[in-house]
């Protein structure tokens, strides 16, 4: 499991160190790590450190403090190191250490940011060294410019120096211009700004560096579950189980107008490994599930016993959207787990079982805000996505999955899971009803047995209050896989994501065993 911290959590871990007088070690130790990452980079690309160009470019604070003496560092290995100072002024030790080590200072000023950028544009590395956790707000006036012109430019490999300036650690907001990084290299613990859109799209691949104040950390803002951890709670049928007590899901989706998003949610919810799929619809809708999926029972009347519903995929019309209502309030009384998606969003009581998983995109995560008068629209929730996941969780009373680049899911204990395994690819038709297959079957599988304290999450250390959210970072983890691997690299269709599933789990399972 990766653990995110908010910027300010660290800086206040690392407070009862600096007190005791040990802030300049901190800050060796961090430059240490940056020069590290800096020579690894170049090594992974069969580069010969020796006459390679980094060009750091420090702000005024310990952040281009700790840029400035890992250049000193990369300047003695014999690397041509060059120093734009952005502010003007600079970490004085780690300036006057950067210029005894040879490196060449230039101050950025209202005139030379577009010739500066071209300067640093063709050097190997550029360090990003401006804004660290004390940042308040993003980059203006020259250094604006500067990153403006460089970002243009495309340097070949940016490495930011704890966040990329213009960040946020604690919330992922971005404050442009950011110059987009290839390597970020985290202080301490990685920030949650860097596992939130959209300030995970600026920040490359994270590396945390342990500095000496880890021990001192709270409870993570964030979590992120590896591949282990998602093995780990992934069901495992044992010798007795039969169909019912694997798991029955019962789905309400797609419509005249919609079909395939019926047909795409029950087909994943049978492969992601639900013991039987009930699909409550038209019986048009359902001739095209059961050619595709003929293991689903198509249900007309009063369906049979399930474990957990999925409503929302291709919802449409008034007879489908009464079947959806009519089966929330029959899944509320009876104390069922629902994934709620789509057009089943607009039928959800104002207050929801802490066990339903609510699965919106961002357009209707600001109208499910809009309902409880929080007025907001799809951009400001894209600029914001932690902070409105975290309110919806908290409105609702639901587990809140927001989907997106990474995907987010809020707990209303508090708890943020974070999953990133997917591609751009994936924004295709049809992917978030695949998604919404692959939580049901989950749900329907966890609720016959997995939440217990004698269940898997409890076996991972997840408290009860935050197992469903993790739950779905399971299924937004196995959806990401699968499309990753569908993809390959090129494009893919829903029904894509939907084949690649089986393997994904064989793939876990492997892992378990190992
Ligand atoms: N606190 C510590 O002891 C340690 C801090 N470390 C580094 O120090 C960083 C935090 O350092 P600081 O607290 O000095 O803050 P930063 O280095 O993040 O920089 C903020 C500085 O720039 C100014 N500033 C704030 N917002 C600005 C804006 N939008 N535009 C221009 N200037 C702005 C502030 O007045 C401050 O002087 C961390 O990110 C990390 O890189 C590490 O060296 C490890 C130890
Ligand atoms: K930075």
Same mark, same amino acid.
């Given at each position: 499991?990766?653990?995110?911290?908010?910027?300010?959590?660290?800086?206040?871990?690392?407070?009862?160190?600096?007190?005791?007088?040990?802030?300049?070690?901190?800050?060796?130790?961090?430059?240490?790590?940056?020069?590290?990452?800096?020579?690894?980079?170049?090594?992974?690309?069969?580069?010969?450190?020796?006459?390679?160009?980094?060009?750091?470019?420090?702000?005024?604070?310990?952040?281009?403090?700790?840029?400035?003496?890992?250049?000193?560092?990369?300047?003695?290995?014999?690397?041509?190191?060059?120093?734009?100072?952005?502010?003007?002024?600079?970490?004085?030790?780690?300036?006057?250490?950067?210029?005894?080590?040879?490196?060449?200072?230039?101050?950025?000023?209202?005139?030379?940011?577009?010739?500066?950028?071209?300067?640093?544009?063709?050097?190997?590395?550029?360090?990003?060294?401006?804004?660290?956790?004390?940042?308040?707000?993003?980059?203006?006036?020259?250094?604006?410019?500067?990153?403006?012109?460089?970002?243009?430019?495309?340097?070949?490999?940016?490495?930011?120096?704890?966040?990329?300036?213009?960040?946020?650690?604690?919330?992922?907001?971005?404050?442009?211009?950011?110059?987009?990084?290839?390597?970020?290299?985290?202080?301490?613990?990685?920030?949650?700004?860097?596992?939130?859109?959209?300030?995970?799209?600026?920040?490359?691949?994270?590396?945390?560096?342990?500095?000496?104040?880890?021990?001192?950390?709270?409870?993570?803002?964030?979590?992120?579950?590896?591949?282990?951890?998602?093995?780990?709670?992934?069901?495992?049928?044992?010798?007795?189980?039969?169909?019912?007590?694997?798991?029955?899901?019962?789905?309400?989706?797609?419509?005249?107008?919609?079909?395939?998003?019926?047909?795409?949610?029950?087909?994943?919810?049978?492969?992601?490994?639900?013991?039987?799929?009930?699909?409550?619809?038209?019986?048009?809708?359902?001739?095209?599930?059961?050619?595709?999926?003929?293991?689903?029972?198509?249900?007309?009347?009063?369906?049979?016993?399930?474990?957990?519903?999925?409503?929302?995929?291709?919802?449409?019309?008034?007879? =489908?959207?009464?079947?959806?209502?009519?089966?929330? /309030? &029959? @899944?509320? $009384?009876? %104390?069922?787990?629902?994934?709620?998606? *789509? #057009?089943?969003?607009?039928?959800?009581?104002?207050?929801?079982?802490?066990?339903?998983?609510?699965?919106?995109?961002?357009?209707?995560?600001?109208?499910?805000?809009?309902?409880?008068?929080?007025?907001?629209?799809?951009?400001?929730?894209?600029?914001?996505?932690?902070?409105?996941?975290?309110?919806?969780?908290?409105?609702?009373?639901?587990?809140?999955?927001?989907?997106?680049?990474?995907?987010?899911?809020?707990?209303?204990?508090?708890?943020?899971?974070?999953?990133?395994?997917?591609?751009?690819?994936?924004?295709?038709?049809?992917?978030?009803?695949?998604?919404?297959?692959?939580?049901?079957?989950?749900?329907?599988?966890?609720?016959?047995?997995?939440?217990?304290?004698?269940?898997?999450?409890?076996? =991972?250390?997840?408290?009860?209050?935050?197992?469903? /959210? &993790? @739950?779905? $970072?399971? %299924?937004?983890?196995?959806?990401?896989? *699968? #499309?990753?691997?569908?993809?390959?690299?090129?494009?893919?269709?829903?029904?894509?994501?939907?084949?690649?599933?089986?393997?994904?789990?064989?793939?876990?399972?492997?892992?378990?065993?190992?």
């Amino acid at each position: 499991m990766i653990s995110a911290f908010t910027g300010t959590q660290i800086r206040a871990a690392e407070q009862p160190l600096l007190d005791a007088g040990e802030g300049a070690v901190l800050m060796q130790r961090a430059a240490h790590g940056l020069a590290n990452a800096v020579v690894n980079e170049l090594r992974s690309e069969g580069r010969r450190l020796y006459g390679s160009s980094v060009t750091v470019l420090a702000g005024k604070g310990n952040n281009g403090g700790d840029g400035l003496f890992a250049a000193a560092i990369l300047a003695r290995r014999g690397m041509r190191t060059t120093a734009v100072l952005t502010a003007g002024s600079a970490h004085p030790g780690a300036l006057g250490a950067f210029g005894a080590a040879g490196g060449r200072i230039h101050v950025l000023d209202e005139n030379n940011a577009e010739e500066l950028a071209v300067l640093i544009a063709g050097d190997d590395v550029v360090i990003d060294a401006i804004l660290g956790t004390g940042a308040r707000g993003g980059l203006g006036g020259p250094a604006a410019e500067l990153i403006v012109a460089l970002q243009e430019l495309k340097p070949k490999v940016v490495v930011a120096c704890d966040v990329p300036s213009g960040v946020d650690a604690d919330t992922g907001e971005v404050h442009w211009p950011v110059l987009t990084a290839r390597l970020t290299v985290a202080f301490g613990a990685v920030k949650a700004g860097l596992m939130a859109d959209p300030g995970e799209g600026c920040a490359g691949r994270v590396l945390p560096v342990p500095i000496g104040m880890e021990d001192s950390l709270p409870l993570p803002a964030l979590r992120r579950l590896s591949v282990r951890d998602v093995a780990a709670v992934l069901p495992n049928p044992g010798r007795r189980v039969h169909k019912y007590t694997r798991g029955v899901l019962g789905i309400v989706a797609g419509s005249e107008r919609y079909t395939g998003a019926a047909a795409l949610s029950v087909e994943a919810a049978s492969v992601a490994g639900a013991g039987m799929v009930r699909y409550l619809g038209p019986e048009t809708v359902a001739r095209q599930v059961l050619e595709r999926t003929p293991e689903a029972i198509w249900e007309p009347g009063e369906p049979g016993r399930v474990q957990a519903w999925l409503l929302g995929p291709g919802l449409n019309g008034t007879e =489908q959207l009464q079947r959806a209502r009519d089966v929330l /309030a &029959a @899944a509320s $009384a009876a %104390g069922q787990p629902a994934v709620v998606d *789509a #057009g089943a969003l607009e039928l959800l009581p104002e207050r929801c079982p802490p066990h339903w998983i609510l699965t919106p995109h961002a357009g209707e995560l600001a109208a499910l805000l809009g309902r409880g008068e929080v007025c907001v629209t799809r951009e400001d929730v894209e600029s914001r996505t932690l902070h409105f996941v975290r309110l919806a969780a908290e409105h609702t009373g639901a587990v809140v999955l927001l989907k997106g680049a990474t995907t987010l899911i809020a707990s209303p204990s508090g708890a943020v899971f974070s999953q990133s395994e997917g591609c751009p690819w994936m924004s295709t038709a049809g992917s978030g009803d695949v998604l919404g297959g692959i939580l049901g079957a989950l749900a329907a599988t966890y609720a016959e047995s997995g939440m217990d304290d004698d269940g898997p999450f409890a076996a =991972q250390g997840i408290e009860p209050a935050e197992r469903w /959210a &993790a @739950a779905a $970072a399971v %299924g937004a983890s196995i959806h990401g896989m *699968a #499309g990753s691997a569908a993809s390959a690299g090129g494009p893919l269709t829903a029904s894509d994501i939907v084949r690649a599933v089986p393997g994904v789990y064989r793939a876990l399972m492997e892992h378990r065993t190992r």
